[in-house]
T-cell receptor, first 114, second 115 residues
Framework: AQSVAQPEDQVNVAEGNPLTVKCTYSVSGNPYLFWYVQYPNRGLQFLLKYITGDNLVKGSYGFEAEFNKSQTSFHLKKPSALVSDSALYFCAVRDMEGTYKYIFGTGTRLKVLA | DVKVTQSSRYLVKRTGEKVFLECVQDMDHENMFWYRQDPGLGLRLIYFSYDVKMKEKGDIPEGYSVSREKKERFSLILESASTNQTSMYLC??????????????FGPGTRLTVL
């Protein structure tokens, strides 16, 4: 069965430092991977996706993600964190071999400290 | 900009009531989804629809039903609300076929409390 895991419930990082939010996946075919962000009392917003091609994907608000097939990971990164990046981040994978559902991780709360 | 709207931001209902949550999208998207979001559990798919009058069960459909009579509108129905259905409900839409790789657009959510 397809699945995605976010091993950290919370990540704390100082403003200006690089940040990484981790995601690993398990799929039986080619992975189609997504990152979303949720600000307080808001719905989810799309950040970026990996379908095929370059392993480094660039997205909104200066975020990027690195696809690593051998480690089955799709970690979200940003070179310099802002306090305004504090939010809940979700990784998702698309099930392309069955129902075509999107399967979400449990979320990682990012806290950027001033 | 794609806009997905949900009928209520906050809703309080009594146990046993029939509850309707409405979702409307304005970008002619083919696909629509209902999730519930609970702390520590992430998003769980309740129902989804890839076309008008079409519906598919997600991972947790028990106690829920849906209706999609028009392309832009996808309704979630709690037939007889129970306290364990207290949650944040998120509607989403996406364009393309069921097998496309397109991202979802989410509404702001409805926080439902069942007393």
């Amino acid at each position: 069965a397809q699945s995605v895991a976010q091993p950290e419930d919370q990540v704390n990082v100082a403003e200006g430092n690089p940040l990484t939010v981790k995601c690993t996946y398990s799929v039986s075919g080619n992975p189609y991977l997504f990152w979303y962000v949720q600000y307080p009392n808001r719905g989810l917003q799309f950040l970026l996706k990996y379908i095929t091609g370059d392993n480094l994907v660039k997205g909104s608000y200066g975020f990027e993600a690195e696809f690593n097939k051998s480690q089955t990971s799709f970690h979200l990164k940003k070179p310099s964190a802002l306090v305004s990046d504090s939010a809940l981040y979700f990784c998702a994978v698309r099930d392309m071999e069955g129902t075509y559902k999107y399967i979400f991780g449990t979320g990682t709360r990012l806290k950027v400290l001033a | 900009d794609v806009k997905v709207t949900q009928s209520s931001r906050y809703l309080v209902k009594r146990t046993g009531e029939k509850v309707f949550l409405e979702c409307v999208q304005d970008m002619d998207h083919e696909n629509m989804f209902w999730y519930r979001q609970d702390p520590g559990l992430g998003l769980r798919l309740i129902y989804f629809s890839y076309d008008v009058k079409m519906k598919e069960k997600g991972d947790i459909p028990e106690g829920y039903s849906v209706s999609r009579e028009k392309k832009e509108r996808f309704s979630l129905i709690l037939e007889s609300a129970s306290t364990n259905q207290t949650s944040m409900y998120l509607c989403a839409s996406s364009w393309g076929t069921s097998a496309s790789y397109n991202e979802q657009f989410f509404g702001p959510g409805t926080r439902l409390t069942v007393l």
